[in-house]
């Protein structure tokens, strides 16, 4: 089914999977009692890791879809129609957005509270598909390795600087617009570092779509996502370490201190690999 109709199953079922556990996150956030909050415990510990394996998981498949949504069509640069679709959907993320987080009663008296000008993760997405039609555009026109080149590249760099704009207050902006970058205020998710794992996603969606009918691209995909994924988790803080080592740089021992964007990465990449291993079993018809 997946060669007749070029339709990646998998990443469905990732992003069917990374809402449930968004859903479930928040479910058992807000009733499990302080008193089973314990790290200790193995079930509350697996609970939590899983939790922060979601949003990373949300994202990178966000940017993913997107992404090959955007490629898959003969058009190119503004002739493409996808451009029009995902200006309307980036404006409608961050429309609703900012309608969720609207206090009707306050509206009734003429007030907006702080809270409606926090960011979070529709707001972050919808930045994050306009971010990446704006990175197409600029690369429609070179090669074809720019574009891939460009996202990825946007990664990486988002992910090693974290430690230096994560301080940041970005007092000069006006509150609204500076909870887009900083957290300081109160935002859960702000876009950078957060437009990373979609641009990752894109890279991601690019490598598919050019190699989508190798018969080899699954096995490949899988030993790569597998082999990079536990390679950032277990050797990425030890290999920046030894980079701080040998430069002296701070900003390499500052990404060990909190090394949580490249971890959760790898994290990603694993999700990714598991579900391309049983993609066979999300075609079969159910009963």
């Given amino acids: 089914m997946e060669q007749k109709t070029n339709r990646l199953h998998f990443i469905d079922a990732i992003r069917a999977w990374a809402i449930l556990m968004m859903l479930q996150g928040h479910f058992v956030d807000g009733l499990l009692d302080p008193a089973f909050r314990d790290p200790q415990n193995g079930v509350y510990s697996l609970w939590l890791y899983f939790r922060g394996i979601t949003a990373p ?30 200006l309307k959907r980036g404006l409608q993320l961050l429309l609703i957005g900012y309608l969720l987080r609207l206090n009707l009663f306050g509206l009734l008296q003429g007030k907006l509270y702080d809270a409606f ?4 993760v529709l707001h972050c997405i919808g930045i994050s598909i306009m971010a990446i039609i704006a990175v197409y555009l600029l690369t429609a026109k070179l090669r074809k390795w ?35 970058f900083t957290r300081s205020n109160g935002s859960v998710f702000t876009v950078i570092p957060w437009v990373g794992y979609t641009a990752f996603g894109g890279f991601l969606a690019v490598l598919f779509r050019r190699y989508l009918s190798n018969k080899n691209l699954y096995s ?4 790569l996502s597998l082999i990079t994924g536990f390679s950032l ?6 290999f920046f370490y030894s980079l701080y080592e040998l430069s002296g740089i ?38």
């Fill in 57 to 86: 998981v949300f994202f990178t498949v966000s940017g993913f879809i997107f992404t090959y949504l955007l490629i898959r069509v003969p058009q190119t640069g503004f002739e493409n129609p996808r451009i029009k679709k995902g």
């Fill in 117 to 120: 000008f926090l960011v979070d």
């Fill in 233 to 238: 988790i277990y050797f990425s803080s030890p």
């Fill in 146 to 180: 720019a574009l891939p080149l460009a996202l990825s590249g946007i990664s990486i760099i988002l992910f090693l600087f974290e430690p230096l704009y994560s301080s940041w207050t970005f007092s000069a902006l006006p509150e609204g617009i500076a909870n887009y």
């Fill in 250 to 287: 701070s900003l390499f021992r500052d990404i060990v201190s909190n090394n949580y964007l490249f971890i959760r990465l790898g994290d990603v990449l694993i999700v990714f690999a598991v579900f391309m291993l049983i993609r066979k079993m999300l075609t079969q018809p159910t009963l």
């Fill in 220 to 223: 490949t995909a899988i030993w």
